[in-house]
């Protein structure tokens, strides 16, 4: 039978420790999953680690999970895949991150760019990170990840890449580009960079900025590809071709 596993932001585990759920986790196990004290549960913050425990109390206010023991997870991906998404509407972004995530993602960067349709102020764009964030923890406690991507704030085209890290394989898709995916060459000691569009596709002066940068065009099939569906089927064909998708 397969364990109810948690995310525990922030959280201090350790075996031997009892722990206090957050009001999010806590609701969800014991008012959505129906556990009772006894039941045994798998919580994790992000380290790398599973921690294996039961529920030790539920009350009106607060479910404690009782720590006893740790296991390292090995289920991260050996290619280092970023992607810079720009950010789409609603559930279409939800979508992205999820599968991202489950297809091993290692960070995100969230962006705007000239012809993107989501516009958000200052606290809109707060409320959407933390619910992105969610959205991937959620994604790493039903796929097994104990390592839990980053998503950075979301920032404009230029912004995005001027905070990147110097190095990495930086690519775009284009049926046109220079480079063939069955003659890629990657480092697995270096990250690899995919930047995908929004709705409206990148603009003659976003594809400047992203060439300025250092991303080469990666023929990826001859067809275009909607922004919910590129990013996926990119990362899948990296994975399967140099990551742990054998």
Partial sequence: MRLTRVHVENGD???????VLPEGPATHLARV???????????FNGDGRDYHGVVSAIGKREVRVAIESAQDVARESPLRL????????????????????ELGASAFHP???????????AARADKRLAHWRSVV???????????????????ALAAAL????????????????????????????????L??????????LDGEQL???GFHGLRLGPRILRTETAGLAAIAALQARFGDLA
Avoid: N
């Fill in 195 to 204: 930047a995908i569009g929004p709705e409206g596709g990148w603009s003659p």
């Fill in 111 to 121: 962006l705007w760019s000239q012809r993107s349709e989501v516009k958000l102020d």
């Fill in 162 to 193: 001027a905070a990147l890290p110097a190095g990495g394989l930086r690519l775009i898709l284009d049926p046109d580009g220079e480079l063939g995916f069955a003659t890629l060459q990657v480092d697995a000691a270096a990250p690899v960079l």
């Fill in 82 to 101: 970023v992607l810079l998404q720009g950010v789409a509407r609603g559930e279409k972004m939800d979508l992205i991150l999820q599968k991202a995530t």
């Fill in 137 to 155: 923890a959620s994604a790493c406690e039903q796929s097994g990840r104990a390592s839990v991507p980053e998503v950075a704030a979301p920032l």
């Fill in 13 to 19: 585990l350790a075996p031997g420790r009892e722990v």
């Fill in 211 to 213: 060439r300025a940068a």
């Fill in 33 to 43: 999953l129906r556990h009772e004290v006894g039941d045994a549960c798998v919580l």
